[in-house]
């Protein structure tokens, strides 16, 4: 099952710092304009991160049938790469989301593994096979405006029962730790509540360092131009690759996924040679012959 990272347990009132609304500049450069809270209906959290998205439903007290449905083990059509299209429903999937499952988990903009983007298309099988159920819709956004993928939600169908959540460590600084949630008023009162009676807490601090950065134009041009470098790195090592024999689908953000004969021999060679990578297994239930490379910092070697 492929880890679905950035999920939200500590939060406090966006309002804390700054108001988000439909006018607010924030949400103009987000993009998140229909996702942040502006009217009656939906509300905006920051938030600190922690890992753990399949602990999220727990954490809200979700009563409901069946279990957590992520989007996981995705099988990439090389035809289709960097396209959403490329990553195809199975028989067993779409089985498992009609059961009505506790919660669906899954990455709409950007996965944070493959690089690959949903497309319009499969989001909108993703909200027919989610129709009828009463299943709630958690949204990873953990790239971010790293990412030149445009941001989509199935909020715009499912408003009552979707939490969007758009992670600001990667473009703005992990060591923010922070990330913007928003739903319906419901929802957000829940995590407020269960929020009253944790032990943790978000830095008022960091919150208005963010909403700074977020209203500094400065801060948009220096992420358009780290979005350039990022995909010119990983393009970089995927040509370099599929030189090699080794296609690689095209795709954005900060790694490859990269498939090898043996994860074992790979990561010991690349150990050998003073190359961390990840193994695919860490990132999957089912059996994996992938590596996940890191391309963020990547020099000319």
Not at 86 to 107: N, V
Not at 139 to 146: I, L, N, P
Request: net charge negative.
């Amino acid at each position: 099952m492929l880890r679905i990272a950035d999920n939200i347990l500590g939060l406090a009132h966006l309002d804390d710092i700054a108001a988000v609304h439909e006018h607010d500049p924030i949400g103009c450069l987000t993009g998140e304009t229909d996702l942040v809270g502006h009217d009656d209906h939906r509300q905006a959290l920051f938030g600190e991160i922690a890992h753990g998205g399949e602990n999220f439903a727990d954490q809200l007290r979700v009563k409901r049938r069946g279990g957590l449905v992520e989007q996981h083990q995705l099988r990439l059509d090389r035809e289709g790469a960097g396209d959403g299209d490329a990553l195809l429903l199975t028989a067993g999937e779409l089985a498992g989301i009609a059961a009505s499952p506790t919660a669906f988990l899954f990455q709409p903009r950007l996965h944070s593994v493959t690089g690959v983007t949903v497309s319009s298309s499969r989001l909108d099988q993703l909200g027919d096979v989610l129709e009828d159920s009463d299943t709630l819709i958690i949204e990873d956004d953990g790239v971010g405006d790293v990412s030149a993928a445009p941001p989509q939600s199935l909020g715009d169908r499912f408003a009552e029962r979707t939490i969007h959540i758009l992670s600001l460590s990667k473009s703005l600084g992990p060591d923010l730790r922070l990330a913007v949630l928003s739903s319906s008023a419901p929802i957000v009162d829940q995590i407020q509540s269960y929020r009253s009676f944790s032990a943790g807490w978000t830095s008022r601090i960091l919150q208005g360092a963010a909403a700074w950065l977020l209203r500094d134009p400065a801060t948009w041009q220096l992420i358009g131009e780290a979005r350039e470098i990022y995909q010119q790195r990983r393009d970089a090592l995927a040509d370099a690759l599929s030189e090699r024999g080794i296609a690689i689908p095209a795709g954005q953000g900060l790694c490859l996924w990269v498939p090898v004969v043996s994860e074992p021999f790979a990561m010991v060679t690349l150990a050998a040679r003073n190359i961390a990578v990840n193994p695919g297994n860490k990132f999957s239930v089912l059996p994996s012959s992938h590596i996940r490379v890191a391309t963020s910092t990547l020099g000319h070697r």
